[in-house]
């Protein structure tokens, strides 16, 4: 039964909503253990106490090295030293990764983790990476992405034989900017399921069941998904309510709203998968509710379950055959 | 009475869309004149015979080269011998651009033309650029996208002082990639009304008056909005008819739904200015309805009543000042 390690501390709304989201997670199959200082109440879930917290303004690399014994830090750790299975942290992004390269380290040939993020499309899930572990990637990290991603739609979306698409600004393979353009010759000459650039207005409707693009370019893109599907609800709903028939009407599609709100809410996943560690980890949002806590951390256990790591390190290349890391 | 020159041949949807566009946006204070193929039907206004057109799968700075005497170079043209007072192409961009370089050629100290596009935001019209001139950028560049972005935020949109952002992975200014964190510097000395970075979040709810960006990263934003608007819209479409409570309230709520949509939609500003030449380009959708057109044409003609270019080079650092054309 996979033990998953939770940083209580992490997240914009404290302890208790993370504490909340794993009680709520625990489960036959699956055993959060809490990671957090003395004091916060576990409620009835195993606490580690630890000492210090990351704070989200913390330079993420410093603050690991100065905080060795705070909740995130020690619960990475715990993945590390084989006391957990997989680790989830709604705290500093920067600082699960920088605690994951120090703590569990890169799975060999590795050369950048990245953040791979289930995007909910119509045609269902795909996987979009990476969506923010570097904010500037070389042509190879890209075909990295690719094979990691690869494996978790895969593992985890259970897609066959994925098909995997490059983000650019034009479906033929001459557009794009010098780093597109030169993963794309990569891509094209790997053993993946490539077909091709995908332009930002097909990830909705379904572009592909892995989207590969840069840091930068990843997390710009969910974050204006994000912002978009929230601004779009809202000017309906004023929209709706400027007119007494609209109101009436509002009323009637309220149940059809929310189910959108909930197919569309991050929430759903609760998190994203850190890959090429030698070690899971799963880095929820900073705003996570109890949900997309729970929902995280039993994204944790499938991932447990579906050896993801394992089977990462047997589709990358050996380290031999790899270049030096970046 | 400002003359626009019309590329007649440019855009998915033939010809009679364009003079449809065209005929629609003549008016007392402007003259459309057409620039297509003998024996298109000019629906009475002027049409300059010219030879060729230029396809969108044709390489821009090849093709127009080789088409010297085509729909859109002639078009161009027109804007540098002083026939036209500015010129409108729903035709391939990049051809536009390059048309723009070779004919018009750029303003002193402009580096890098940029396209220029509003954003409906929920606190009114914005401005993002670059939206897809330069796929690859540095970070001089963007500061000089940032003073073109407002002057058009001023001039066309009537905004005084416009607060300028940096679209960016975070707000802290140490967050971003090479490309933004160099620009940040720059932006910050600059005597521009910078206001730090944004995120993607923030675009449609009205981020600042001016987002600058990089051509790949604004292009790959711009289109996914595109898709996410056309995408949520179709899908709440279909969870309130799966219901026959929901398609009630679907009947409702229609003319709140086409009035959020009418907002929303690109063809209501038709076009983006291509910015930083020695006359005025105003690039349309490839797909542009007659009333994109119309509004493209429009959106020209203001740009000459308010003399953009002119206020441009006034506001742009004397070729003195600035750095070798990149």
Redesign the interface.
């Given at each position: 039964m996979p033990v998953i390690a939770v940083d209580a501390m992490g997240g914009d709304r404290g302890p208790d909503e993370v504490v909340a989201g794993a009680v709520a997670a625990r489960s036959d199959t699956l055993t959060p253990v809490l990671y957090g200082s003395a004091g916060i109440d576990a409620a009835g879930l195993e606490l580690v106490e630890t000492v210090g917290v990351i704070e989200m303004?913390d330079?993420p690399a410093e603050a690991v090295r100065a905080k060795p014994d705070s909740s995130l830090v020690a619960a990475v750790r715990a993945v590390a030293e084989g006391r957990a299975d997989a680790v989830v942290s709604a705290g500093n992004t920067g600082a699960v990764l920088a605690a994951g390269l120090l703590e569990l380290r890169r799975l060999p040939g590795v050369i950048r983790p990245a953040i791979a993020i289930p995007v909910p499309s119509?045609r269902g899930p795909s996987v979009l990476l990476d969506a923010?572990a570097n904010?500037?990637a070389r042509p190879e990290h890209l075909l990295q992405f690719a094979t990691m991603g690869s494996v978790f739609a895969e593992e985890i979306l259970g897609i066959e034989n994925p098909e995997v698409r490059l983000?650019?600004?034009g479906e033929?393979p001459?557009?794009?900017?010098?780093l597109?353009l030169e993963a794309h010759e990569l891509l094209a000459a790997s053993d993946l399921n490539f077909a091709g650039n995908t332009?930002?207005?097909?990830?909705?409707?379904g572009a592909a069941d892995v989207v590969v693009t840069?840091?930068?370019?990843g997390?710009?893109?969910?974050?204006?998904?994000?912002?978009?599907?929230?601004?779009?609800?809202?000017?309906?709903r004023a929209?709706?309510e400027?007119?007494p028939?609209?109101k009436?009407?509002?009323?009637?599609?309220?149940?059809?709203?929310r189910?959108?709100r909930d197919?569309?809410d991050p929430d759903t996943y609760g998190g994203a998968y850190l890959l090429g560690l030698r070690g899971l980890a799963v880095i929820a949002h900073g705003n996570s509710s109890q949900k997309a806590i729970a929902n995280a951390v039993r994204l944790a256990a499938r991932g447990v379950e579906h050896d993801v790591v394992e089977r990462l390190a047997a589709r990358l290349p050996s380290p031999a055959a790899s270049r030096a890391p970046g």
């Open positions: 303004s330079k119509e923010g904010a500037d983000l650019s600004i033929e001459e557009k794009g900017n010098q597109t332009e930002g207005r097909d990830l909705l409707s840069d840091g930068f370019t997390n710009v893109a969910l974050k204006l998904l994000e912002g978009a599907i929230r601004s779009l609800l809202e000017a309906l929209e709706i400027s007119t028939r609209g009436l009407g509002g009323l009637l599609i309220r149940p059809a709203a189910r959108l197919r569309l």
